[in-house]
């Protein structure tokens, strides 16, 4: 096999995330491929999160996205509103700050107790694949607005690149896994994925110094739900990996890289071969904190969370179950999102 160099992002109380130049996968001769590949599949083995570089997914590109966004949420609450998420077969929509709470908490009442205790600093806009019947995306609409006009083609097109890096990702897991490359693309051709745009706002300083003692979060302490997660980050950071260890490691921005991690779905389809690493959003990381004033600027993310085919049946992936049995029964991917968002919101 060919020898590549891999980085490492994190390396901090046992967590190693590492940097993987994934053009060498893309473009790379068969050698090569193989070693990324390797490396993509350790990665999510071992931490559950990777930094990928070489993605093919140009700066322009997200920087785009990233100023659209950042438009939408601008727009006066009023409009956001209209456009509130509105079921979770769906998935789709506006969601004011308040009303999700994300956590590794099932039940609906117990994570309806954190949500008021402890609520997520954050809005979001959920949208998935345009023109699925009967759950359509919504968009801002206003007569003669044309940056609404524009903001979904930019969005309808991201998604779609997205989902094109969502499925080589997906060819490197096989790879990696001694599978044929093309295993997972009847899992992950119709591209039930969510683009979520996401908006921290601006804050005091003195949101997170609680009297109580409890931490106040951006984003509460959890773990994803579907097979990967593709996560934008602009420059604030915020964002920390829980450590084997138990303590949470910053995963600071790397410009150019797109933080990639393993979600729940993966790992049961992986029979736990692949780790679903909680991980939560925070106050700045410390070299931010040192900021003299009193207030933390916005922050914004966005996350590409991938999946199955809704309507495809999940068991372990051959190679993984073999010696010590399967762990999980079959369940449908859609159903089984649909059950983690209904506790969700």
Same mark, same amino acid.
């Given at each position: 096999m060919s020898a590549i160099? @891999? *980085?490492?992002?994190?390396?901090?109380? *046992?967590?190693? @995330?590492?940097?993987? !130049?994934?053009?060498?996968?893309?473009?790379? !001769?068969?050698?090569?491929?193989?070693?990324?590949?390797?490396?993509?599949?350790?990665?999510?083995?071992?931490?559950?999160?990777?930094y990928l570089k070489g993605h093919g997914i140009s700066p322009?590109?997200?920087s785009n996205v990233f100023s659209h966004s950042a438009k939408f949420f601008a727009r006066p609450q009023q409009q956001k509103d209209a456009l509130a998420w509105y079921s979770p077969e769906a998935n789709r929509g506006y969601t004011a700050q308040g009303r999700e709470?994300?956590?590794?908490?099932?039940?609906? !009442?117990?994570?309806?107790?954190?949500?008021?205790?402890i609520p997520d600093l954050k809005e979001s806009l959920e949208i998935g694949r345009e023109?699925?019947?009967?759950?359509?995306?919504?968009?801002?609409?206003?007569?003669? +607005?044309?940056?609404?006009?524009?903001?979904?083609?930019?969005?309808?097109?991201?998604?779609?690149?997205c989902k094109g890096l969502h499925m080589e990702l997906m060819r490197a897991i096989a790879i990696g896994m001694g599978i044929e490359e093309n295993w997972f693309d009847l899992y992950t051709d119709v591209g039930d994925n969510t683009l979520r745009l996401l908006h921290y706002p601006g804050v005091s300083k003195s949101v997170f110094k609680r009297? +109580?003692?409890?931490?106040?979060?951006?984003?509460?302490?959890?773990? *994803?739900?579907?097979?990967?997660?593709?996560?934008?980050?602009?420059? &604030?950071?915020?964002?920390?990996?829980?450590?084997? &260890?138990?303590?949470?490691?910053?995963?600071?921005?790397?410009?150019?890289?797109?933080?990639?991690?393993?979600? !729940?779905?993966?790992?049961?389809?992986?029979?736990?071969?692949?780790?679903?690493?909680?991980?939560?959003?925070?106050?700045?990381?410390?070299?931010?904190?040192? *900021?003299?004033?009193?207030?933390?600027?916005?922050?914004?993310s966005v996350a590409y969370f991938c999946n199955p085919n809704f309507e495809r049946i999940i068991e372990a992936i051959p190679g993984t179950y073999e010696e010590s049995g399967k762990?999980?029964?079959?369940?449908?991917?859609? +159903?089984?999102?649909?059950? &983690?968002?209904t506790a969700t919101y």
């Open positions: 160099h @891999i *980085d490492k992002a994190v390396a901090k109380d *046992d967590l190693e @995330i590492p940097l993987i !130049d994934f053009s060498l996968f893309l473009s790379g !001769d068969t050698a090569t491929k193989q070693a990324t590949a390797q490396a993509v599949l350790e990665g999510f083995q071992k931490s559950g999160f990777i322009t590109t997200i709470k994300v956590t590794d908490l099932e039940e609906i !009442d117990d994570v309806a107790k954190l949500r008021t205790s023109g699925e019947a009967g759950m359509p995306n919504m968009w801002p609409s206003v007569d003669g +607005d044309e940056e609404a006009k524009t903001f979904k083609e930019v969005m309808v097109g991201f998604h779609e690149t009297e +109580d003692g409890q931490l106040q979060v951006r984003a509460g302490e959890h773990s *994803d739900y579907g097979s990967i997660t593709l996560l934008f980050q602009d420059a &604030r950071g915020g964002l920390q990996v829980r450590s084997p &260890r138990g303590t949470f490691v910053d995963a600071e921005p790397i410009p150019g890289t797109i933080v990639i991690n393993a979600g !729940d779905l993966l790992a049961r389809w992986s029979n736990d071969t692949i780790k679903s690493t909680k991980h939560r959003v925070v106050e700045p990381p410390p070299q931010m904190r040192e *900021d003299q004033s009193s207030f933390y600027p916005p922050r914004y762990k999980y029964g079959a369940i449908k991917s859609g +159903d089984y999102l649909v059950r &983690r968002l």
